[in-house]
């Protein structure tokens, strides 16, 4: 059974940065495509970027240069570094497996506020 659990989330003020984590149990992340997601209220969720192979990225429009996607296999550990964030960042961010999702975990909170 896939576990996924997310952290790193906190309340920041724009301009600000964090770095989320993402670990998982019954996978290895470096044979899958690991992308991170966002969801706020009232909102389906959004695929903010993803990451597999050696390794190929991609990155929605809405954060293409100022959020960065990576992996270390050693720790089976995704990440998502954000900078210069907007408080339209503000978000439940997940980590998933794509195209076809893992059981969802909690998710880790970002607020963007001053």
């Known amino acids: 059974q896939v576990q996924l659990e997310e952290s790193g989330g906190d309340l920041v003020q724009p301009g600000g940065s964090l770095r989320l984590s993402c670990t998982g149990s019954?996978?290895?992340?470096?044979?899958?495509?690991m992308g991170w997601y966002r969801r706020t209220p009232g909102r389906q969720r959004e695929l903010v970027a993803y990451i597999f192979g050696h390794p190929s990225i991609y990155y929605a429009d809405s954060v293409k240069g100022r959020f960065t996607i990576s992996r270390d296999d050693s720790k089976n550990t995704l990440y998502l570094r954000m900078n210069s964030l907007k408080p339209e960042d503000t978000a439940i961010y997940y980590c998933?497996?794509?195209?076809?999702?893992?059981?969802w975990g909690q998710g880790t909170q970002v607020t963007v506020s001053s």
């Open positions: 019954g996978i290895s992340f470096s044979t899958r495509i």
């Open positions: 998933n497996t794509i195209p076809n999702n893992e059981s």
